[in-house]
Structures are given as C-alpha cells and as structure tokens.
C-alpha cells in the first residue's frame, strides 16, 4: 500500500494551524499512525489508529480520516513542531509502509 | 522507562556482511513483535523486517529477502538483524522500534519507541 503525503512542505509560524493529509493507494480502514521527526532524533508516534493519541502526547495533535484520506492536525504550532511527519499504514503487511513525509517549517 | 539501543554499524563494502543488535529493557521484551526500519541519508522511513514475540515468524521488505535475517533472544532481551550481500542502497540509520500496546491492551503494529539509530555506510 502507497501512502502518498501532503504537502510536501509547509511554511507556516508559530501559534498557527496545520493541516497535513495522508492518502493511502487502497483502503487501510483506520490502521493508520502518524509520526514527527526531529532533526537528528528517531521518530516519536503521535496518533495512532488514525485518531487515538499516543500516550503522552499534547492535546494539540488530532488525528481523523478513514479508507484511504487522513488528516493530522496541529491546533496551535509550538517551536518544537517545526519537523518532519511521517504517517504509517499497518492494515496489509508486510510491508508496513510509511508515506514520503512533509516537512513543517 | 522503555530502552532501546542498538550496536553494530559501521562502513563496508559492496557484497560484505554486518550484524546490528538491539538491546532492550524497560518492558516486557517477550511479548512484543520487534521490527527493524531504516532510514537512508536524507530521506524518509523504510521499514524492512520483523519478528514476532515467539521468533515463530519473520517479516521481511522485499528487497531485503534472502539477504537479511532477524533473529532474537528472550532471555537476553535482544534482537538482531543479520545483514549480507551489503549494496550502497542498504546505506542508512538502522532503528530498532517496539510495538505499541493500545488503550485495550492489545499490541498493534506502530512504533512507540526506537532506539537512537545504528548507521549503516555501504561504500567501495
């Protein structure tokens, strides 16, 4: 299953919203994950069965979508989210597979 | 807390083997499917293999099969992965990442932890 993200980029500022989509090639129900990448780090899981938030995770990231269109979204932009999301479909593997990422900047 | 670290990277050549370990702690290593997923410079997230808490069952990326193997050990709390017949496309962060378990209890197949990453250089 192609995951297809995006934008590929976005530029937007802090205290703002972000909106970012992740299109799946074939039906993955709600078996879908999102990530954020920070420079230098290993990805940390946010969302996770398309709209439950990981533990530990603010309250700003939400998660929706099911079948093949999802959405994370960031309510309010803090410095620290300024990074790469990544989401990843579970529902057929293997592979589990990951879309290409959009970078938040 | 939950710990993963991994070992074994380094540079070699086309056609050459290498071993990356994951060691682990914090949790209850044997009940959870283990997967390895890497990352090459610049780019994004390619998982490429998996075992199941039992070793009972491999996963593999296709391009990896036949090549790569994983393994673990419950008692020592590891997972390897077995790397041969390297080529340059093999070049990349090898993170070692543990499963979730959900609100219900139940383990699912998302990443809630990863090790700090192993590099990987396959170069002539």
């Known amino acids: 299953i192609v995951l297809t993200q995006s934008p590929v980029t976005l530029s937007l500022s802090p205290g703002d919203r972000a909106t970012l989509s992740c299109r799946a090639s074939?039906?993955?129900?709600?078996?879908l994950a999102w990530y954020r990448q920070k420079p230098g780090q290993a990805p940390s899981l946010l969302i996770y069965?398309?709209?439950t938030r990981a533990t530990g995770v603010p309250a700003r990231f939400s998660g929706s979508g099911s079948g093949t269109d999802f959405t994370l979204t960031i309510s309010s932009l803090e410095p620290e989210d300024f990074a790469v999301y990544y989401c990843?479909?579970?529902?057929?593997?293997?592979?589990?597979?990951f879309g290409q990422g959009t970078r938040l900047e | 807390q939950v710990q993963l670290v991994e070992s074994g990277g380094g540079v070699v050549q086309p056609g050459w083997s290498l071993r990356l370990s994951c060691e682990a702690s914090?949790?209850?290593?044997?009940?959870?499917?283990m997967h390895w997923v890497r990352q090459a410079p610049g780019k994004g997230l390619e998982w490429v293999a998996a075992?199941?808490?039992?070793?009972?069952?491999?996963y593999y990326l296709d391009s990896v099969k036949g090549r790569f193997t994983i393994s673990r050990d419950n008692f020592k709390k590891t997972v390897s992965l077995q790397m041969t017949s390297l080529r340059p496309e093999d070049t990349a962060v090898y993170y070692c990442?543990?499963?979730?378990?959900?609100?219900?209890?139940?383990?699912?197949?998302?990443?809630?932890?990863w090790g700090q990453g192993t590099r990987v250089t396959v170069s002539s």
């Open positions: 914090g949790f209850m290593f044997s009940i959870y499917t």
């Open positions: 990843q479909q579970r529902r057929l593997w293997p592979p589990i597979t």
């Open positions: 990442a543990k499963e979730v378990r959900n609100t219900n209890g139940v383990v699912d197949n998302y990443f809630d932890s």
């Open positions: 075992i199941s808490f039992d070793s009972n069952e491999e």
């Open positions: 074939q039906s993955v129900d709600t078996y």
């Open positions: 069965n398309a709209d």
